[in-house]
C-alpha cells in the first residue's frame, strides 16, 4: 500500500498544500509546533474517519476556517484508488472513495491501512485499560471492517445505556427499557469479545517474536486477552459468550442501577502486558516500556501484512529521537519494506541509512 499523493486544505494549521511521497521512507522535518503531525493525522484519518488525537471533528478544521478537505490518491490491491473527507463545523462528514459517496465513516474501513507509533503509545504498557481497548479497536476495524460495524453499535447502545442508568432516578419509566438495552449490548459484546479474542491470540506470538529481538533474547513479552468474569474461553464463539454476558449482566443488573454506571460488557476489557513474568505496568522500566509498546506496533504492522499481502503505511511520529542508536538501528532495519512516514525535528542521518525523501514543514506548509 503506497500512499502517493496528499493534499489538505484548511486542515489543521495548513491553508493549503499538496504532497507527492516516496515509496520508501519520507522524513518530515520541522521545529515543534510547525505541523509535522498534523500530517500524519491526516494520513491517519483515512484509515476510519477518526483522529488519534481528538474524539471532535471540529477541532481538525482551521480555526479561522468553517471547511476542511483531506484528498488522497493511494495504491492498494495493485491498482490506484482515491479518496476524499470533507468536513465541515456543525455538519457531517462527507465521504467519497473513488468519487463515490458513502453513508457513514466505518465505509472506510479497510481502503488505507496505517500503523501509527506516537510518544503517547507508552500508555499502551504504563497507562490505564482504556488505551490498550482503543489500540485493539483501532488495528481490528482497519484489518476486518464488520468490527468496525459493531464496535459503532456497541457505542451507541452504550451511551443509550448510560443514560438510562444516570436518569432513571428523575424519570423510573426509563428503567422499563433496561432490559432490552441489555439484551443488545451483550450481543455486541459478543462479537467484540470474539474478534478481540482472536486478534490478541494471533497478536502475542509476533510482539514477543519482536520484543526478543530488541532485547537480544534476554526478555519475554506476554500478552493475554482479559474480559469479564463469566468469561472463562473467550476464543468461544459469540453465540457462547452472549450467554455468558448475560450471565454477568444479570448479577450486577442492581449494581448498575445503584451505581448509575454500566459495569459490564466489552468495554471492561483490557490486555495484560508481562514482560518475564512481572506486570509490566508496575514493574517496567522506561525502556522496557519503549520497547515493548513498539514491539505491538510492529507486531501490528506484521498482522496487517499477513492479511493482506501489502505493508500498512507505517507513521512514526517523534518516536526515534526517544531511542537509543542501538534501537534506532533495529527499527530502521526492520521497516525497509513498505512505506514509511517519519517525523522529527532533523535528519540525524536517516535518509542515509534508509533513502527515501526530505520534507520540511514550516507553519504548516511542506516543501
Not at 511521497?21 to 484519518?45: H, M, R
Not at 467484540?192 to 494471533?202: D, E, F, L
Not at 463469566?230 to 444479570?250: D, G, N, R, W, Y
Not at 459490564?264 to 514493574?283: C, L, Q, W, Y
Request: charged content about 30%; glycine content about 6%.
Amino acid at each position: 500500500m503506497i500512499l502517493n499523493k496528499l493534499t489538505v486544505s484548511g486542515f489543521r494549521n495548513y491553508d493549503q498544500g499538496e504532497s507527492s511521497f516516496d515509496p520508501g521512507t519520507n522524513i518530515i522535518i520541522g521545529e515543534n509546533g510547525q505541523g509535522k503531525t498534523n500530517l500524519l493525522e491526516a494520513v491517519y484519518y483515512l484509515t476510519g474517519g477518526r483522529s488519534f488525537r481528538t474524539r471532535y471533528d471540529k477541532e481538525l478544521i482551521r480555526h479561522d476556517l468553517d471547511f476542511a478537505t483531506i484528498h488522497a490518491v493511494f495504491s492498494a490491491e495493485e491498482r490506484e484508488q482515491t479518496i476524499e473527507i470533507q468536513l465541515r463545523r456543525g455538519r457531517k462528514k462527507e465521504i467519497f472513495i473513488n468519487n463515490v459517496r458513502q453513508k457513514r465513516a466505518t465505509d472506510l474501513a479497510g481502503k488505507v491501512m496505517a500503523v501509527l507509533f506516537s510518544p503517547d503509545d507508552l500508555e499502551l504498557v504504563k497507562g490505564g485499560a482504556v488505551n490498550r481497548r482503543r489500540f485493539m479497536d483501532l488495528s481490528l476495524s482497519q484489518l476486518r471492517p464488520k468490527y468496525a460495524l459493531w464496535l459503532a453499535e456497541f457505542n451507541r447502545l452504550y451511551d443509550h445505556k448510560t443514560r438510562i442508568l444516570k436518569d432513571h432516578r428523575d424519570n423510573p419509566t426509563l428503567l422499563d427499557t433496561l432490559d432490552d438495552f441489555n439484551f443488545q449490548l451483550a450481543k455486541a459484546s459478543a462479537q467484540m469479545i470474539s474478534y478481540r479474542a482472536a486478534y490478541v491470540a494471533k497478536l502475542a506470538p509476533y510482539a514477543d517474536k519482536v520484543h526478543r529481538e530488541f532485547s537480544g533474547g534476554r526478555e519475554e513479552l506476554q500478552l493475554t486477552y482479559e474480559t469479564v468474569s463469566t468469561i472463562l474461553k473467550p476464543q468461544e464463539k459469540p453465540s457462547v459468550l452472549f450467554e455468558q454476558l448475560l450471565i454477568h449482566q444479570a448479577r450486577l443488573r442492581q449494581a448498575e442501577i445503584d451505581s448509575g454506571q454500566c459495569l459490564s460488557g466489552a468495554h471492561k476489557d483490557d490486555i495484560a502486558v508481562t514482560i518475564n513474568g512481572e506486570p509490566a505496568r508496575a514493574f517496567a522500566s522506561q525502556g522496557q516500556t519503549r520497547t515493548a509498546a513498539l514491539s505491538m506496533k510492529l507486531a501490528e504492522r506484521d498482522i496487517l501484512f499477513d492479511d493482506r499481502g501489502e505493508y500498512p503505511l507505517l507513521l512514526l511520529d517523534d518516536v526515534l529521537s526517544e531511542l537509543d542508536s542501538a534501537r534506532q538501528d533495529f527499527v530502521l532495519n526492520r521497516i525497509l519494506c513498505g512505506q514509511v512516514f517519519i517525523t522529527c525535528c532533523e535528519d540525524n542521518g536517516i535518509v542515509s541509512r534508509t533513502g527515501g525523501r526530505i520534507f520540511s514543514v514550516c507553519q504548516g506548509k511542506v516543501r
